[in-house]
């Protein structure tokens, strides 16, 4: 008797700010209907209890405790509350660098501040896994991460250069693509550059698709059919793939 290889139900959505949407709850519930691994990220510590309260009791949403590079100026005093809060939870993120700025300080007191987070991270009980912002500042976020981080580390929306990609791997991140990523010719050239195995979906919800209906965790299936697009191979075979990396990852 030979046996079939049904298609996988589940999903995964690496990255999606669901407390910036106008029903997270709904989102929530949808994310769990459908069956789509999320990783709920925050920009500040003071947003993290309300999306851990949303998430709780939810196998398929993990609450993230964030403190999102842009806001550093404004929140980077909730650096210690951030401390506090980081042994209720495995997921961190959104932290990282980001250097859109070209105000020198600030992208100093960036640095502390990721860096920070990547040291109580490292020293946690438990692995983290942390999903990391980069924008134009690639090559400093790599090398805070360094080589021997505990845990699991996601560069998201990745859009350094092939180089640094290369670096990046050689630190052992992951990465999480989106279909802004997908739909253009740099982004698709530096995912064609990631190892299958290392790659992850995400939405980036709300800030990925269109106001009226932004990408959210159940916009994941048409992700996957552009990532398999993309790979040259089935739907079903992307979908496995990813959703093996991200158990994987938070294994």
């Not at 401390?83 to 959104?94: A, C, K, M």
Request: charge should be neutral; charged fraction near 20%; include cysteine.
């Amino acid at each position: 008797m030979t046996m079939s290889h049904q298609p996988p139900h589940e999903y995964v959505d690496a990255h999606c700010h669901v407390d910036l949407f106008r029903e997270p709850a709904r989102l929530v519930a949808d994310a769990a209907k459908h069956q789509v691994h999320t990783i709920a990220v925050t920009n500040a510590p003071f947003v993290f209890p309300h999306t851990e309260a949303i998430a709780r009791g939810n196998p398929f949403v993990h609450a993230a405790l964030g403190l999102h590079p842009e806001l550093v100026a404004t929140h980077g005093q909730q650096l210690g509350r951030f401390v506090e809060l980081l042994s209720s939870t495995r997921f961190v993120g959104e932290v990282g660098l980001d250097y859109s700025t070209h105000d020198v300080e600030l992208r100093k007191r960036q640095r502390a501040v990721f860096e920070s987070i990547l040291q109580h991270c490292a020293g946690a009980r438990e692995r983290k896994v942390i999903t990391v912002h980069s924008r134009r500042a690639a090559s400093d976020v790599i090398a805070a991460l360094g080589a021997k981080l505990p845990g699991t580390v996601i560069l998201h929306w990745f859009t350094g250069t092939l180089r640094e990609l290369e670096h990046a791997l050689a630190a052992g991140v992951m990465f999480s693509v989106n279909s802004a990523m997908l739909s253009g010719q740099s982004g698709q050239r530096l995912v064609r550059a990631m190892p299958r195995d290392m790659v992850l979906t995400e939405s980036d919800g709300p800030f990925v698709g269109p106001k009226t209906a932004p990408e959210s965790p159940t916009s994941m299936e048409g992700t996957i059919a552009s990532l398999a697009s993309l790979w040259g191979v089935e739907r079903e075979e992307a979908q496995r793939t990813v959703l093996a990396n991200f158990k994987r990852a938070i294994r």
